[in-house]
């Protein structure tokens, strides 16, 4: 009886290339976004480079918004103490720019959080 053809090795299922490769969420580009994250009602004034509004409105608990350099230069936030800002990922420290729970700060062409020059 002629022999069966050569079994062949069973072309081995390529699940791997199925599987979803765990990749690290796409690395964000290397810009200083500023976060900021609404606790209680705060009303802002955000104003871009070119002296524009960009927002003005009041903005209620629980809401967040998010900006990138370039996209802010001058924030004023109303209820500060009820906004947490985040710089770069970093919690940014108010206290400096705080006057009676209003807080002014420019944001520089990086993304840095720095004080109003006058």
Same mark, same amino acid.
């Given at each position: 009886?002629?022999?069966?053809? &050569? *079994?062949?090795?069973?072309?081995? @299922? %390529?699940? *791997?290339?199925? #599987?979803?490769?765990?990749? @690290? *969420?796409? #690395? &964000?580009? #290397?810009?200083?976004?500023?976060?900021?994250?609404?606790? =209680?009602?705060?009303?802002?004034? !955000?104003?871009?480079?070119?002296? =524009?509004?960009?927002?003005?409105?009041? !903005?209620? &608990? =629980?809401?967040?918004?998010?900006?990138?350099?370039?996209?802010?230069?001058?924030?004023?936030?109303?209820? &500060?103490? *009820?906004?947490?800002?985040?710089?770069? =990922?970093? !919690?940014?420290?108010?206290?400096? %720019?705080?006057?009676?729970?209003?807080?002014?700060?420019?944001?520089?062409?990086?993304?840095?959080?720095? @004080?109003?020059?006058?």
């Amino acid at each position: 009886e002629p022999a069966v053809a &050569a *079994a062949k090795p069973a072309a081995t @299922p %390529y699940v *791997a290339s199925l #599987a979803p490769v765990p990749r @690290p *969420a796409p #690395a &964000a580009p #290397a810009t200083a976004n500023l976060d900021m994250q609404f606790s =209680g009602d705060s009303w802002v004034d !955000i104003a871009g480079p070119d002296g =524009g509004s960009v927002e003005k409105a009041l !903005i209620k &608990a =629980g809401e967040t918004r998010s900006f990138t350099p370039g996209q802010v230069s001058r924030v004023t936030l109303g209820n &500060a103490s *009820a906004v947490q800002v985040q710089q770069n =990922g970093a !919690i940014v420290d108010l206290t400096p %720019y705080q006057r009676a729970n209003v807080a002014r700060f420019q944001v520089s062409s990086e993304g840095s959080v720095v @004080p109003v020059s006058h």
